[in-house]
């Protein structure tokens, strides 16, 4: 079973310039999860989309982040503009149920510089 | 508000000694908890969980306990190897309205098994 894809691995953009990362979750799952984890802290959740509609975008900072699910499959992330802050690797997982059954992807470390 | 805590940022166990790795909480809505493992550059992988109606749940070498009342759950790792050695996150997890949940990460604590 292919796992959760994530692109790019890596990428170090400027301040206030915009990126984009994009997830492909496991084939069928329904629930589909963006995570920053910021060096030493723990995963933050950031949207969390049931098909493709919204669940909880709750700590998503709106006037930068935007995250959309087209048909219910692949996501993007997008930053714009970028912060300092913003620095962490975003991690993306899906599940088929529950979250406690949720498997990550590896990540795209992010470098604001 | 940290929901999840893990006090402990780092530890350090012998070989075939045993690793425990402990974790409160605060909100008494949680009803399922895990543990996942991260290597670095990788994504956390799920190691374990236990359910809030009990008290224990082993697969392995590797055992959560869980106390209700002091809100504590541990892990625990018997006998401890060098491949065990990464990044252990505890998280919680509790329904919300419409069948939705959330998962609620610890900071992470740092095991290091030395040959």
């Known amino acids: 079973e292919a796992g959760v894809a994530q692109s790019p691995r890596y990428k170090i953009i400027e301040k206030r310039q915009s990126v984009a990362f994009w997830c492909n979750p496991i084939?069928?799952?329904?629930?589909l999860y963006w995570y920053q984890q910021i060096l030493g802290q723990g995963p933050k959740l950031l949207i969390q989309?049931?098909?493709?509609?919204?669940?909880?975008d709750s700590q998503l900072p709106k006037d930068r982040f935007s995250a959309e699910r087209l048909k219910g499959v692949d996501s993007t992330l997008k930053i714009q503009p970028a912060k300092l802050e913003d620095s962490a690797v975003y991690l993306c997982?899906?599940?088929?149920?529950?979250?406690?059954?949720?498997?990550f992807g590896q990540g795209t470390r992010l470098t604001v510089v | 508000d940290q929901q999840v805590k893990q006090n402990s940022p780092s530890l350090s166990v012998q070989e075939g000694r045993i690793s425990i790795l402990n974790c409160d909480y605060t909100?008494?809505?949680?009803?399922?908890f895990l543990w996942y493992k991260k290597y670095p550059a990788e994504g956390p992988t799920f190691l374990i969980s236990?359910?809030?109606?009990?008290d224990k749940n082993e697969d392995g070498r590797f055992t959560v306990f869980l106390n209700k009342s002091a809100k504590h759950l541990s892990l625990h790792i018997v006998p401890s190897q060098p491949g065990d050695s990464a990044v252990y996150f505890c998280?919680?997890?509790?329904?919300?309205?419409?069948?939705?949940?959330?998962?609620?990460f610890g900071k992470g604590t740092k095991l290091t098994v030395n040959p």
């Open positions: 997982a899906s599940s088929l149920d529950r979250a406690v059954r949720a498997f």
């Open positions: 084939s069928g799952h329904a629930t």
């Open positions: 989309f049931q098909n493709n509609g919204v669940v909880d």
């Open positions: 909100n008494s809505m949680f009803d399922y």
């Open positions: 236990i359910s809030s109606i009990k």
């Open positions: 998280a919680a997890s509790a329904r919300r309205g419409g069948g939705s949940e959330k998962l609620v």
